[in-house]
């Protein structure tokens, strides 16, 4: 039997290497999350390292996806999502949604559906009222930003590079959380 649990990580050690192992992994498989192939583990690393002090400021809240089971000892990260509160002073009611990552192996497995549904859950509860996340236009998580009912407001022509090579646009989407969610508001 396998548990998932979403839970805020901390820097220790062993979750900067999973992070790393992680992010390395998506990029190799072609994930669009600002990286290019081939992505060293020292690069990951220095990523996450950054990423996790800018999260122990409360600037952000970087959520990881545990899975524990009885046939492996301990815990293993199967996904992360990143939630950026840390806003201009003009937009203290929005957050922002990034690095949405979840190991192949675990895929429709509603590992990110659960990542994003605790992110949405934070945000309401930092009294955010407007989510915002974009994705690449080509191989991208449109579909599940969909289902979980983001709003698509455009695409941005050859936004950035794939991981190895060629240029992608970009989606943006938008969702309407908490206290913003009225009576026939969009998302």
Not at 58 to 78: C, K, N, Q, Y
Not at 125 to 133: A, D, F
């Amino acid at each position: 039997m396998t548990a998932t649990e979403i839970r805020p990580l901390e820097g220790t050690p062993e979750t900067l290497n999973m992070l790393s192992g992680l992010l390395v992994e998506t990029v190799a498989g072609g994930g669009s999350v600002s990286f290019m192939h081939p992505l060293s583990p020292e690069a990951a690393h220095a990523f996450w390292q950054q990423a996790l002090g800018v999260a122990a400021r409360g600037e952000r809240v970087v959520l990881g996806a545990w899975v524990t089971s009885d046939s492996r000892a301990g815990e293993m990260l199967v996904g992360t999502v990143t939630l950026h509160l840390d806003c201009p002073p003009n937009q203290p009611h929005r957050a922002e949604i990034a690095k949405m990552m979840t190991l192949p192996a675990w895929r429709g497995r509603g590992v990110a559906s659960a990542l994003m549904r605790e992110a949405e859950a934070l945000a309401v509860s930092h009294g955010r009222t407007l989510l915002v996340l974009d994705t690449a236009s080509d191989g991208g998580a449109a579909r599940l930003y969909e289902r979980l009912g983001f709003t698509l407001a455009g695409e941005i022509p050859d936004y950035a590079l794939k991981p190895h090579g060629g240029l992608t646009g970009t989606l943006i989407y938008y969702r309407r959380i908490g206290a913003g969610r009225t009576e026939g508001a969009a998302g």
